[in-house]
């Protein structure tokens, strides 16, 4: 028996065990406690403790992804973190993918596609390569060196398409590429292609 089936036989889980059901850190289910966003109760020893109902909760609100015993449970729309500091291109991509039914956030450097990809989970991640502060090669590699952001796709962006820049970007941890300009129907094909089977947006065919 797995851990994760174990998990699925509790009626309390620690902040340890919540965050590697639901992908998330340690640190930012203990905010989510401080913040209300996660009720919890005490233990006499002063030990956070989540109930069954109170997880799945969480997790229905956030659209995360349970995985007890190799069965899907609350999954709702697909996460999209698009990482690019031309804002009228994250304007029009965010449109385009929000009416395709995705829960999607957005970031203009570096630092906050670090923040966004620990608090939002994203399930894929709309990376350019030149951004203003640290370029997408480095911040792909600091995703990848998180254990947890494993199974995050990231799919690299770039108006500059060489083939040495390509390759570094892939190098780096990214699943696959795109040259800019980029329509929103390719990228929801490229999207969709990448996504592990089961997880697709609500508008996807079955």
């Known amino acids: 028996m797995t851990k994760k089936q174990n998990l699925a036989d509790k009626e309390y889980f620690s902040t340890s065990e919540v965050a590697e059901l639901v992908n998330m850190h340690r640190n930012t289910i203990i905010m989510s406690i401080k913040k209300g966003k996660l009720l919890a109760v005490k233990t006499p020893g002063g030990h956070a403790r989540i109930s069954r109902e109170e997880l799945m909760e969480f997790s229905r609100k956030r659209g995360i992804l349970l995985d007890f015993d190799g069965k899907q449970i609350a999954r709702g729309p697909m996460k999209v973190l698009i990482v690019d500091d031309d804002v009228s291109i994250l304007l029009v991509v965010e449109k385009g993918l929000k009416n395709k039914g995705y829960n999607v956030r957005t970031a203009t450097n570096g630092y906050e596609a670090g923040y966004l990809t620990s608090d939002f989970c994203p399930d894929v991640i709309l990376l350019d390569i030149m951004l203003p502060d640290i370029n997408g090669v480095q911040v792909c590699s600091k995703i990848r060196s ?4 494993k199974n995050i796709k990231i799919i690299a962006i770039s108006a500059v398409a060489n083939n040495a820049l390509v390759q570094s ?34 508008g996807s065919s079955a």
């Open 146 to 149: 998180d254990p947890r952001n």
């Open 169 to 202: 970007i892939l190098d780096a941890g990214a699943d696959d590429f795109m040259p800019k300009p980029i329509s929103n129907q390719e990228l929801v094909a490229k999207i969709e292609s990448i996504v592990p089977f089961g997880v697709k947006s609500p």
